[in-house]
């Protein structure tokens, strides 16, 4: 079984910094892309980066240069930082990896998702 669980989120004035983290644990074989979705009240899920094993990171619009995405291979963890955050960064923040498992099963699997608030 495997398992996403996230931390760092919290409240922060806006131009604040945050940092978000997400480990995997469980019969892992080896993972394959992470990244980091909000989903803000009232609307859909988003891409905000990824990171895959190996190659070029991806930014949505709204966030290049203020976030950055990055890995350790050796902690199976993906982290998020977040700078001179806006207002409109408020939502629950989910990580997502490809992963496959002991069992050679590929699988999406998702955090439970951590609040980021930002005040104005």
């Known amino acids: 079984q495997v398992q996403l669980v996230e931390s760092g989120g919290g409240l922060v004035q806006a131009g604040g910094s945050l940092r978000l983290s997400c480990a995997a644990s469980g019969s892992i074989l080896s993972i394959y892309a992470m990244g980091w979705y909000r989903q803000a009240p009232g609307k859909q899920r988003e891409l905000v980066a990824s990171?895959?094993?190996?190659?070029?990171?991806n930014y949505a619009d709204s966030v290049k240069g203020r976030f950055t995405i990055s890995r350790s291979n050796a902690k199976n963890t993906v982290y998020l930082q977040m700078n001179s955050l806006k207002p409109e960064d408020t939502a629950v923040y989910y990580c997502?990896?490809?992963?496959?498992?002991?069992?050679?099963?590929?699988?999406?699997?998702w955090g439970q998702g951590t609040q980021v608030t930002v005040s104005s």
């Open positions: 990171i895959p094993s190996g190659g070029s990171t």
């Open positions: 997502n990896a490809r992963i496959m498992d002991q069992k050679l099963t590929m699988g999406d699997y």
